[in-house]
């Protein structure tokens, strides 16, 4: 507006003075100027206000913008606030659940500490050299007289120092006698015939700690897929036609004897197990054969 007005003025002004002169050319000229210029000044004017109505329209679009920025921000950092909150709790969780674990793993160490089992190695007096088998103690096999109708069917290791309670001598009684090796030549070699015919059996009770479970498999000198093989033998007893009974026991293929213990004193004999075809099916099994054995763990 202030650019209509001076302008106005200026050429009025000339527009006056011309007039005067009377040179109605440089009038027409110069009206004529004025309206190029009134026309250049509208289309400024014109472009002005669009450009002023640009600028609002991108003032508003910038303060949305910066709107929806805040808002954005705000609920970016809510939820990462959240999820800060949630790995914290989850870390709580996780620490916890490793002491969990953690204890869980150290009972089962003592489980497996305070579990295994047991067996007897007949005829040593060392354990096999097998993962995890530790020696209990050692010591001589006993058990009930071979004449005798009563006592006990099974042998025991003794251990060389016995623990005494309460006692008296006399009276009725159950006894324990040593047991000895009876005919045996064939089982472990003719040259060693002397040595175990009549001497004393020896024994071992053994403790393996990785495998709880044990058997005694007769007739066989490997043991089943998955068990460990303590040791193989030969399958031993009383004398058939002998008053008492024992039951079958598997001892070492190479056995040892009680030192001194050659006195034919008998008591609880061990004799080797043989095959009898009839009821027992013969083949697989042989007439008179000794019978094998191993003891197996798992």
């Not at 090796?181 to 004393?200: I, P, R, S, T």
């Not at 193989?232 to 001892?251: D, N």
Request: charged residues 20%; positive net charge; aromatic residues 8%.
């Amino acid at each position: 507006m202030f650019c209509k007005v001076v302008c106005f003025s200026i050429f009025g002004s000339i527009f006056l003075s011309l007039a005067h002169s009377q040179d109605e050319d440089a009038i027409t000229k110069l009206q004529n100027a004025v309206l190029v210029l009134q026309h250049r000044v509208s289309v400024t004017e014109a472009q002005l206000e669009k450009t002023q109505t640009r600028l609002t329209q991108a003032d508003v679009k910038l303060q949305q913008a910066e709107m929806n920025a805040a808002t954005l921000k705000t609920q970016l950092t809510s939820q990462l606030n959240t999820a800060v909150k949630r790995l914290q709790e989850t870390g709580v969780a996780l620490s916890k659940e490793g002491a969990r674990i953690a204890m869980a793993e150290k009972e089962i160490q003592r489980l497996k500490d305070n579990s295994g089992t047991t067996f007897v190695h007949w005829g040593r007096t060392s354990c096999p050299g097998t993962p995890s088998t530790t020696l209990v103690y050692s010591g001589a096999v006993g058990g009930t007289h071979y004449t005798s109708q009563g006592g006990a069917a099974d042998y025991v290791c003794l251990p060389p120092n016995p623990q005494w309670n309460k006692y008296g001598n006399g009276g009725l009684s159950s006894s324990m006698y040593g047991a000895e090796y009876e005919q045996v030549d064939n089982l472990f070699g003719k040259k060693n015939a002397a040595k175990f015919h009549d001497n004393d059996v020896v024994c071992a009770v053994c403790h393996v700690a990785s495998r709880s479970s044990q058997i005694m498999i007769p007739a066989r000198r490997q043991c089943q897929s998955g068990w460990t093989k303590e040791y193989e033998g030969y399958l031993m007893a009383t004398y058939e036609g002998q008053g008492g009974k024992k039951l079958f026991t598997c001892v070492d293929e190479n056995p040892e004897v009680a030192r001194g213990s050659f006195e034919d004193k008998n008591g609880a004999l061990m004799y080797r197990v043989i095959a009898q075809c009839g009821s027992l099916q013969c083949p697989n099994y042989v007439q008179g054969r000794e019978l094998t054995c191993v003891v197996c763990t798992k």
